[in-house]
């Protein structure tokens, strides 16, 4: 398919791959933020082809993954009203919440059902006037402007039946967050496509500016990937530190101007906990008080609270790169994408997942 | 409301974020919402680049350049 099979062609790869090795004479640690990136490195096995020289860690960019636990408790426990439809993208059914999952809810008896678009859930609860319509919006800059439309809607429809529970995170405080953590490794960043394709690239600019750490805006074929890391190895043996952008048949630089103007209309930048990592100030979007009546926390008057991740996972330290998947005693063994004891194990775009899938030999070594 | 192609399958997209989208135009497409169109000329500009990578390094012979 076109701008699909270019991008995967085995040839080029190779070539990359090849002035990659000629390129890097020290070691250097990367990361890509985006889990999507994650999982096209892992299938394609890109971190195989590189010389020892270039080490990937992988970033905390799977919405799913951060999600706080307490969202999840509180969607289960709205699910399980008899008067509540509660509507998730797929992904998250099965991510662990502290006693239960939606899947599990589900067979219970709630009312959860799965869309591929924020469109949907307008939908159900149009078609359903005597239920309350609860939707689940997750998600980094890419999915906030759709997630908006929907709350946009739903007040232009003035549909009383319609609600959010809001989990939305942001990329660059939380790069921020990495690189003034004492314990950072990384020296340059993959920045995510898509989050730029909505944002653009000024705000990865300012990053660049204020820690001199060399970025590339990267796109999700294998050979988008290893061209953005042998822009980013040119940069750093030559001691330089530039935003580049590898991605430019989707990302320009003030990004979609129409995406971005819904998303301020409908929401506005708050704190925010992380599921793994905890809170970092300014990370998050919550509706604006114009939009307190699609509130579910509100609507509903759900209590703030705090539980505790199970102690055997340490999808924290994975999802900062400080650890790899394989690094995890249960990895493989009590932790599986059936039976997952973290969200990195679940998602199509957590780390742990992306292992398990391709990198499964890993376990015996 | 558009109607766009996914390898075969073809499905409602909204066109909220690319107004400017016309038949025939690649997008990228994310839960239901297009948020970018492809800009062709870009995507070829780099591709005839990494080609000549390519055709560069001879050391992979002429099976892997099929």
């Known amino acids: 398919m076109k701008f699909l099979s270019e991008y995967r062609d085995e040839r080029i790869a190779r070539a990359l791959a090849a002035e990659i090795g000629q390129c890097a004479k020290h070691p250097w640690v990367l990361m890509e933020i985006c889990g999507g990136q994650t999982h ?8 195989e082809l590189l010389p ?33 439809i509660l509507v998730s993208y797929g992904d998250m059914l099965r991510v ?6 939606l899947l599990r809810a589900k067979a219970e008896g709630a009312q959860v059902r799965v869309v591929y678009s924020p469109v949907e859930a307008v939908k159900i609860a149009r078609e359903n006037p005597r239920q309350q319509v609860v939707f689940l919006a997750i998600g980094f800059e890419t999915t906030a402007p759709a997630n908006a439309m929907a709350a946009w809607q739903a007040k232009r429809e003035r549909l009383t039946n319609f609600s959010l529970l809001v989990s939305h995170v942001l990329v660059p405080p939380a790069i921020r967050g990495l690189l003034t953590s004492p314990n950072n490794r990384v020296q340059a960043f993959i920045a995510p496509g898509h989050v730029c394709t909505i944002m653009g690239c000024g705000e990865y600019e300012a990053l660049v500016r204020d820690f001199r750490v060399p970025m590339v805006v990267g796109g999700f074929e294998p050979v988008d990937l290893l061209q953005a890391i042998l822009m980013l190895v040119k940069q750093l043996e030559a001691g330089e530190a530039r935003l580049e952008n590898q ?78 998947p394989t690094d995890c005693p249960a990895f493989g063994m009590r932790c599986t994408p059936d039976n997952p004891l973290g969200a990195p194990m679940v998602s199509s775009e957590g780390a742990c997942a992306a292992y398990y899938r391709y990198r499964r030999r890993a376990v015996a070594s | 409301m558009g109607r766009v192609q996914f390898g075969g399958i073809v499905r409602p997209v909204a066109l909220d974020f690319v107004p400017e989208a016309a038949v025939g135009d690649y997008v990228i497409v994310h839960v239901g919402f297009a948020i970018s169109r492809v800009d062709a000329e870009e995507a070829e500009r780099t591709y005839k ?18």
Request: charge should be negative; glycine fraction near 10%; proline fraction near 6%.
């Open chain 1, 40 to 47: 096209t490195i892992m299938r394609y096995g890109l971190d």
């Open chain 1, 52 to 84: 020892r020289e270039v080490e990937l860690v992988h970033g905390p960019g799977c919405p799913v993954c951060v999600t706080p636990l307490e969202t999840i408790d509180t969607a289960i426990e709205l699910a399980s009203r008899p008067e509540v």
């Open chain 1, 96 to 101: 662990p919440g502290s006693r239960s999952d």
């Open chain 1, 247 to 324: 991605y430019v048949r989707s990302v320009s630089y003030q990004g979609n101007l129409a995406a971005q103007a819904i998303m301020k209309e409908v929401f506005e930048v708050a704190d925010q906990k992380w599921r793994g990592i905890g809170p970092i100030p300014q990370s998050g979007l919550r509706l604006r008080e114009e939009y307190a009546a699609y509130d579910a926390a509100r609507v509903f008057g759900m209590a703030e609270f705090s539980v505790e991740e199970p102690a055997e996972c340490i999808s924290a330290q994975v999802l900062l790169g400080l650890k790899k």
């Open chain 2, 49 to 66: 680049l990494l080609e000549e990578m390519g055709g560069l390094e001879e050391e992979f012979g002429p099976e892997a350049a099929s």
